[in-house]
Nanobody, 115 residues
Framework: QVQVVESGGGLVQAGGSLRLSCAAS????????MGWFRQAPGKQREWVAS???????NYADSVKGRFTISKANAKNTVSLQMNSLKPEDTDVYYC?????????WGQGTQVTVSS
């Protein structure tokens, strides 16, 4: 059973930084891709950033230039460095891990940016 766990959320002032981490366990396979999504109450979950097994990255326009996704040394581990945070970045952030044809989600971590 694949488990995905996010960490690193919290409360920060506008202009500040946070670093989120995500680790998937319970599998011998390496992820094809890992990504971050975010969701506010009553809204659809939106894609933020993703990284492939080859290291290719993509970002939503709203975070481009401010957020950086990167793979950590441990297998199936990824981080999201968030700089120049804005109040509109306030959301629950979810990590999605793609292994083969399956997607696995974490429980989410709250990020709150105060103005």
């Amino acid at each position: 059973q694949v488990q995905v766990v996010e960490s690193g959320g919290g409360l920060v002032q506008a202009g500040g930084s946070l670093r989120l981490s995500c680790a998937a366990s319970g599998t011998v396979f390496s992820a094809n891709a890992m990504g971050w999504f975010r969701q506010a109450p009553g809204k659809q979950r939106e894609w933020v950033a993703s990284i492939t097994s080859g290291g290719g990255t993509n970002y939503a326009d709203s975070v481009k230039g401010r957020f950086t996704i990167s793979k950590a040394n441990a297998k199936n581990t990824v981080s999201l460095q968030m700089n120049s945070l804005k109040p509109e970045d306030t959301d629950v952030y979810y990590c999605r891990v793609t292994i083969g044809a399956s997607n696995y989600w974490g429980q989410g971590t709250q990020v709150t940016v105060s103005s």
